[in-house]
């Protein structure tokens, strides 16, 4: 297989001014040319110096500590409390690529939606043969889940679809995240920090409101009660206070006004879910959880889980609660189905894609093995059941030892892995200790389905800190960016002007 | 609101309540040794601390004779001990913890900061000279956590259990209080007017903070019937049971209002008894005796809170 776009052989980048000639930057198209939307930026950023810089993310770290938006890191024997990196320079995103941007992750969810009630019902798409049956024996699909119905056929109701850009007009869809996407609480949070500490750039933009994502989402999930009731009671179930998210949770359940939930706080009875309050039993009508499928029922999944609600699942299946994101979405966001997603888009809805898939190596076939073992340091492999940047691993970037352990691991069990070309992410300018330098970024929209389904303009923006990493992740060491989508992809006349203005008509008044 | 919120703010509140509480029982002791003693036995008075407190079975198990410096290892920083000061305050913070996101950002950070400040006390070794500052400073977190729930917290339901916690426990611990210390007094009552009954009973009106109180209403010397009865019977002594049961009557009203509850009996029972209760009555009948049912009344009722609200009702 050959693919067309760019490999980038990383042992070769040797200097920054290198980075910026190889790959794409969001806000230079040439070294010294800024792009049309980022021109106002440049200007502005030019005259601020980069201590001041400095100081006003040693601001906002302080604020964010205060508020507590923190992130636990598993298997880290220090810091189980720590603050994920916020960076001050947005990454921005015009309206015109964001039109193509929302439309594509809106369509790709609405066929994964599709997909998802298709393989739980009558599997067409297993019979026209377009997608294996072997997707079946997945372990994220959940048979338990075969035919029953749920409202609005809606399973994926909270998607996280990570974007790359590789050029000007390329981007690609990384992954799609249907089970408990997080991050949300970032794209938020750093909205509000930005106003706060940049308020005159946002005279200068016109940068698409992110703020009533909890709102949207509430009336969505309401929305996906079971018929018939008048005015639902919506909860967010929680792992608990050690989850590695509970921060997001909490912070959600309070924007949205519902009570953030734990296991024990929820029990069953005569086919419905109720929550103990302290003026006894009340009835909950959607489960907004944030807990994996194995841990929810320990009736039926994970028997030893502490998290969930013994009898949950048999209530869900006879329609006595809506679970959001349902049970069994797993199936669809896993690395081998993901191969499947531009199919399905033409299937169900009989439309081209609008954004396009990495092409990726299926290791259980024979041809795609042989070329991947002998193309080890220029692909990254990732495991099918992988996230968060575990078990992967970057070719250009390991070691000789580290790639021959890694070919050990496929070979017992190539079926568990794909492979993608090392794609060359987009740079943002970003501040670190040398100043400001390009580092990699990825965006990751947040797709909401109940009547409608929509997208708020902006997403989570992840940056590899790290000089010359491609691996964004937090678990790993990334950081954050705030998104700014613009309504318009012009900008005000900048302040210092009005200022001066302001000024002299002042003095003309006195 | 959830009974799991409810069941941590309460429980909160009753542990840094009975910090306190084993704090002022400490101070008192340690300043009743200082004086000579009725009885001519230091033993006698540390024994009592530890059963105000605790149980004085498991620390003879522990400890074997009790002494200043075993009683005071004991009751502050003994984790292996329930009810001691250090096992008190950490688990108020991991209630707190717990429940972290629903309390204001203020008691949050004032309770995660006594447990920061407590460490000092921790590293270093607690001498019996030292016994006072840390008792102190005990007490005055107590008070800045009462504060901080009072200043910042919304009138919700939170607040009524935070509340709970704090009065139910500390009805129990005057109770205890004032029912060792006068089996242990009341030998030498026989004396009265001398020096050493002066100084004890005075030291046990101090480690309710009513010293002063004592002196303004009846400024006259100091006497057992008295006593207990501004500690039991005052509605206006603050740490009295009468005051206790004061705050908590029309908690329990409020948390109760649309049901049918036990709790508001049980609680209704026992204020009437205070509320009209006459001293001359109660001591016919024996302290003692009322006492010791007021503390089994006090119990069941915090059993009757935890499960018709903080628990699983299936």
Known sequence: ?510 | MLSRTADHLYWMARYIERAENAARVLDVTYNMSLVPSATGNDADLWQAAVEITSNIEAFERDYGKPNAKNVIQYLTMDSNNPSSIYSALRSARENARAVRVTMTTETWENINALWLEFDQFLRKDLTVEGLSEFCDWVKSRSHLFRGVCFGTMLRDEAFSFVRLGTFIERADNTARLLNIKYDFLMPVQHQMGGTVDYYEWSAVLRSVSAFQAYQKIYSDAIDPVRVSELLVLRHDMPRSLHACYDEIMPIIEQVAANRQSETKRLAGELHAKLHYGKMQDIFQHGLHEFLESFIHSNHVLGEEIQRSFLSATV
């Open chain 1, 1 to 510: 297989m050959q693919f067309a776009f760019n490999l980038i052989n990383y042992r070769k980048i040797k200097s920054m001014s290198d980075t910026v000639d190889k790959f794409f930057d969001e806000m230079q198209a040439k070294v010294g040319d800024a792009r049309a939307i980022y021109k106002a930026y440049q200007r502005w950023l030019k005259n601020v110096p980069t201590h001041q810089l400095a100081a006003k993310r040693a601001e906002a770290e302080l604020l964010f500590r205060r508020v507590g938006i923190t992130f636990n890191v598993y298997g880290d024997a220090d810091g189980a409390e720590r603050l994920i990196p916020f960076d001050v320079i947005p990454r921005l995103i015009s309206s015109k690529e964001w039109a193509h941007l929302s439309a594509g992750v809106i369509q790709r969810v609405r066929a994964l939606n599709m997909f998802l009630h298709d393989i739980y019902h009558k599997q067409e798409i297993i019979q026209a043969g377009i997608v294996p049956y072997t997707i079946l024996s997945n372990p994220q699909y959940r048979p338990e889940m075969f035919g029953v119905d749920v409202p609005n056929q809606i399973y994926a109701h909270i998607a996280g679809v990570d974007l790359v850009r590789t050029s000007e007009s390329q981007f690609y869809v990384l992954e799609d995240n249907l089970r408990t996407p997080s991050g949300v609480s970032y794209m938020l949070e750093n909205r509000k920090m930005m106003m706060r500490l940049f308020p005159d750039l946002f005279r200068q933009y016109s940068v698409a409101p992110v703020e009533h994502y909890p709102q949207v989402l509430l009336n969505n999930l309401r929305s996906v009660a079971q018929s018939g009731v008048q005015d639902p009671t919506v909860v967010l179930l929680s792992p608990g206070a050690y989850n590695s998210a509970y921060f997001e949770h909490a912070f959600l359940a309070q924007q949205m006004g519902i009570e953030l939930v734990e296991g024990q706080d929820l029990f069953v009875r005569n086919n419905a879910v109720y929550m103990r309050t302290t003026q006894g039993p009340r009835r909950v009508d959607v489960i907004y959880r944030r807990i994996d499928d194995d841990f929810l029922d320990p009736l039926v999944f994970k028997p030893d889980s502490m998290l969930g609600v013994p009898g949950l699942l048999s209530v869900y299946r006879n329609g006595g609660v809506t679970l959001a994101n349902a049970v069994g979405t797993g199936a669809a966001d896993d690395k081998a189905t993901y191969i499947y997603v531009p199919q399905m888009i033409k299937f169900y809805l009989g439309e081209e894609p609008i954004l396009q898939n990495v092409p990726t190596y299926e290791l259980s076939k024979e041809d795609d093995l042989a070329y991947v073992l002998d193309h080890l340091d220029e692909l990254v492999v990732k495991e099918v059941q992988g996230s968060g940047g575990y078990g992967m691993l970057v070719g250009p970037a390991a070691t000789k030892q580290e790639l021959a352990e890694f070919k050990l691991r496929i070979l017992s069990k190539p079926s568990s892995y794909i492979a993608q070309p090392t794609l060359a992410l987009s740079t943002c300018p970003t501040l670190v200790e040398q100043g400001i330098a390009p580092r990699h970024v990825d965006l990751r929209p947040f797709v909401l389905s109940g009547k409608t389904v929509s997208v708020v303009p902006g997403g989570l923006c992840r940056v590899a800190l790290k000089e010359g990493s491609l691996v964004v992740n937090s678990s790993q060491g990334g950081g954050t960016k705030d998104t700014w989508v613009l309504e318009r992809d012009d900008t005000a006349a900048e302040k210092p002007t009005n200022t001066s203005q302001a000024i002299k008509k002042e003095e003309v008044a006195c």
